[in-house]
């Protein structure tokens, strides 16, 4: 199913809004503080021109939501695709919010986009489109303010670019205004593998809870970019039996196991996964409901809705995608005693390791890959277990649960702070 023909039950910001009303109303929010701390601090929208490789200058739109900075300077990822809209970014800014929280890192959330298709950009254009999109919004970034990191369709490049461009502002380098950077720019050791290693450490503990082991583990995973490979990839190293694997392509299955290295070697000659020897062709979406212990979504939003999630086989779901399912398919999947991890604890690795490239960067001492991930697992282990305990002692879903335990945690600080009102 194509990206439009996803069944959009309830818009992202909507999907967020809706758990955030459980939640605040189960912790006993004061109404007014509820409001404020389900409304953004701030919306930036940009109209961006650049100059385009056949001469012709184009106007593109661009957006930066600033959620929070009740506990931090905000933190959130930058996508490019033609789909981003103004509302996906305030719901994933929010989102932001809750999972540095749920981490208990220093920061507030946020989240931007610029409306373009990176695949129809050459490498200058989508400079050109990343350097103004900076310049435009530079007034309320910086190391204390807002820190962008890669999202959808951005990368260590698109990050790169964005320091220079702050840099050249400042006059001078500042590592520290972006993360997920090239590891020669400031960037740490384990960024890349950062949330594909957390949806695997949180994946291990639950396993441990279910008293199941790696190898007989059936894993299905959706998507193949930054997250879903590198999910894959330390899965099965670790020892997980990945039977599917899908983009926006399609997906390839083979219930006795993929060789995840040589689909690696494959995508990055062939540029997809489609047509990769030794295993059957399925549909990306389908392969969502195909028989498999461990679910991965890592592709998209709202893939698992309430059309589909009584199809979905699986018995845990750990989400490696920013909401990938709807509220009301958290409903069915609840009522069948699917267990999920959702998202803001899940995926929070990226933002974990980006907490300690900015840490780094702004102590100019750098860590080893082993201090990085030693202390990631720290963070991951610590934070699963305390929703998994939150979630057991309130009587609520994990996904509530983390949603408690983050706006308590914000609230707590607002409330430390008082309301400059
Ligand atoms: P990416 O652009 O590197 O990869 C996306 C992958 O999903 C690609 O393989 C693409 O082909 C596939 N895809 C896209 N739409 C699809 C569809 N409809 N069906 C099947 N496959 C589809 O992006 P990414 O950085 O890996 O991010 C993936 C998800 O994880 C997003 O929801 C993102 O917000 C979230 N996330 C990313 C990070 C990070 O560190 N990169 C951190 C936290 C959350």
């Known amino acids: ?237 670790a020892g997980y039996k990945i039977i599917g694997v899908a983009d926006i392509s399609g997906g390839v299955m083979n219930t006795n196991g993929i060789d995840i290295p040589g689909l690696w070697k494959y995508k990055e000659a062939n540029k997809t996964i489609k047509g990769f020897p030794n295993t059957e062709p399925i549909g990306a979406q389908e392969i969502l409901e195909q028989d498999c212990d461990l679910l991965l979504p890592a592709a998209t939003e709202s893939v698992i809705t309430s059309k589909n999630a009584h199809k979905v086989k699986a018995k845990l779901l750990v989400e490696g995608a920013n909401s990938p399912t709807t509220p009301p398919a958290d409903d069915i999947l609840f009522d069948r005693g699917v267990f999920v991890i959702p998202d803001i604890l899940a995926n929070a690795g990226g933002v974990t390791v980006s907490y300690f490239e900015w840490v780094q960067d702004r102590q100019g001492y750098f860590w080893t890959e082993a201090m990085v991930n030693e202390r990631l697992k720290h963070i991951m282990v610590t934070s699963f277990n305390a929703v998994v305990n939150f979630g057991d002692k309130h009587k609520v879903n994990n996904r509530i649960a983390a949603y408690m335990l983050a706006i308590d945690r914000v609230a707590f600080c607002i409330n430390l702070r008082g309301i400059y009102a």
């Open 1 to 237: 199913m194509s990206v439009e023909e996803k069944t959009k039950e309830l818009s992202v910001y909507e999907s967020m809004a809706a758990r955030y009303d459980v939640a605040a109303r189960k912790l006993g929010l004061d109404e007014g503080l509820s409001n404020y701390l389900r409304t953004p601090n701030r919306e930036i929208i940009v109209h961006i021109p650049v100059s385009m490789d056949d001469g012709t200058l184009r106007v593109f739109d661009g957006y930066r939501v600033q959620h929070s900075i009740a506990r931090g300077p905000c933190k959130g990822g930058v996508r490019y695709s033609p789909d981003v809209t103004l509302d996906e970014i305030r719901g994933l800014a929010a989102e932001m919010t809750w999972k540095c929280a749920v981490v208990n890192i220093p920061f507030g959330g946020a989240k931007g986009g610029v409306i373009c298709d990176p695949f129809k950009l050459s490498t200058g254009e989508l400079e050109r489109i990343t350097r103004r999109y900076t310049a435009e919004i530079f007034d309320y970034i910086g190391p204390e303010r807002d820190v962008p990191a890669p999202d959808m369709n951005t990368n260590e490049q698109t990050m790169a670019w964005i320091m220079d461009t702050y840099s050249m502002h400042m006059r001078h380098t500042v590592t520290a205004s972006a993360t997920g950077k090239p590891y020669s720019l400031g960037g740490s050791l384990g960024r890349r593998e950062a949330t594909g290693r957390g949806c695997m450490m949180t994946a291990d503990e639950a396993l441990k809870r279910f008293r199941w082991h790696r190898e007989s583990t059936r894993v299905i995973v959706q998507g193949f970019g930054n997250v879903g490979s590198q999910a894959a990839r330390l899965m099965h190293e």
